[in-house]
């Protein structure tokens, strides 16, 4: 099985170059990313420190590590911090994280590229978040009896450990020191399968969230553009969902304002907004000034990082992806007391289910249900709080995950 799974991450690679080659992007990031991965790595580490390795596939799993990062450096800040993705989306845009002292592409996963890179590193434990699992790195992690830890982790019954041929794949669950996982049934899977070293902390999503509500930026222009106004933020969209958004704005019977952040922001994509939203009063955040402001039906927000400040300003929240392979990041906007809506690709979402079941968020098919929804919601403004509060309820009552994860690793 070691033979095809060798084969596999070949295959991967070689895919990955003829993309790159092909002229795909984010492929050609891969590559260059982690070319003379050794070299640099070997100028850029310092002899004679103790050091924490955290991997986060990409921009997501890094929000769930960050809260134990961040908390680790304060308690232990002897110990420094190497950070890796193995995505593009997230190295280039979190590469100079000031929370860790190194950050780098994590190379492909061969035998000597695992060998290696943990050579070089020499961490005291490591932290892998939520769902990347390894072979060759989790074995060499184990043969040098390195302690690992996967935090923010998450099983379903259809997950490939709990198969009847993924006995392979079982042996790499056997390298893990200790499971942080998010709910009790992944717990439950687990332990049917032999696992009894996990413990449900939660995740840490929910502390990386409420820290961002406290640290969150007053952002004059969208300030001006919201004031004595009911505000619909709508966060991480897509052309599916903004065609939604688009058509129950010219039906509600409520008068309210949009501030849409897309997922993407090329000049195309703006261009795309600007056509399904045709009719309206439309200004770019990058070309807005604050005389006049007031005066536009949407602002499109073209830069990157903004978010989970701007949904402060919302009455109302809708967030992205859910026409697609699934929805962002809920929690971002449902710490700010606002009910959340999102489309009906959300299975696979704990927190959405849950937002559901406790008021605080509502999935919507089509844009008939999203209009009808916004005017009851918005009609109302006892009824707009009370889902809200139940929202923030939610988040605030699920945080901690954090502070589980350092007391039982750094007893």
Not at 294 to 320: E, P
Request: with cysteine; aromatic share 14%.
């Amino acid at each position: 099985m070691t033979f095809i799974y060798d084969l596999a991450i070949q295959l991967y690679v070689f895919a990955i170059r003829l993309s790159a080659i092909s002229g795909n992007q984010k492929a050609k990031l891969w590559i260059e990313g982690r070319k003379n991965w050794r070299k640099k790595m070997k100028e850029a580490l310092n002899k004679n420190e103790k050091r924490v390795w955290f991997h986060c596939s990409s921009l997501g799993e890094f929000e769930q590590g960050r809260p134990v990062m961040e908390k680790l450096r304060s308690r232990n800040p002897e110990l420094k911090i190497v950070l890796t993705f193995f995505s593009p989306s997230g190295y280039e845009i979190r590469k100079n994280y000031p929370g860790a002292d190194y950050v780098f592409y994590m190379p492909a996963d061969t035998r000597s590229n695992a060998k290696d890179f943990i050579s070089l590193i020499n961490p005291e434990k490591v932290f892998f978040t939520k769902y990347e699992y390894w072979f060759h790195y989790f074995n060499q992690l184990k043969k040098r009896m390195i302690p690992l830890y996967v935090i923010s982790a998450i099983f379903r019954p259809n997950d490939r450990f709990f198969k009847w041929y993924g006995g392979f794949f079982r042996s790499m669950l056997k390298c893990v020191t200790y499971f942080f996982v998010q709910d009790s049934r992944s717990a439950q899977l687990l332990k049917e399968t032999g696992f009894t070293n996990a413990a449900v902390a939660g995740d840490t999503r929910f502390d990386r969230v409420v820290e961002l509500a406290k640290e969150s930026k007053e952002i004059p222009l969208a300030r001006q553009f919201s004031e004595g106004q009911k505000v619909l933020v709508a966060g991480s969209t897509w052309s599916e969902d903004e065609k939604i958004l688009s058509d129950a704005l010219r039906s509600l019977k409520t008068k309210i304002k949009l501030i849409i952040a897309p997922h993407e922001i090329s000049d195309s994509r703006i261009t795309e907004i600007k056509n399904i939203f045709s009719g309206f009063r439309i200004q770019q955040f990058s070309m807005a000034e604050a005389s006049g402001l007031s005066s536009y039906d949407i602002l499109i927000i073209d830069n990157i990082g903004m978010l989970s400040s701007l949904y402060r300003y919302g009455s109302v929240a809708y967030v992205g992806g859910g026409f697609g392979k699934g929805i962002h990041n809920t929690l971002e906007a449902a710490v700010y007391s606002i009910p959340v809506f999102f489309g009906p690709n959300y299975s696979k979402f704990i927190e959405a289910k849950e937002l559901i079941k406790c008021g605080g968020a509502f999935s919507i098919a089509a844009s008939e249900e999203l209009s009808s929804q916004l005017d009851k919601v918005l009609q109302d403004s006892n009824e707009n709080r009370r889902l809200g509060k139940a929202a923030a309820d939610y988040v605030l009552s699920n945080s901690g995950a954090t502070n589980k994860i350092m007391e039982m690793v750094f007893q």
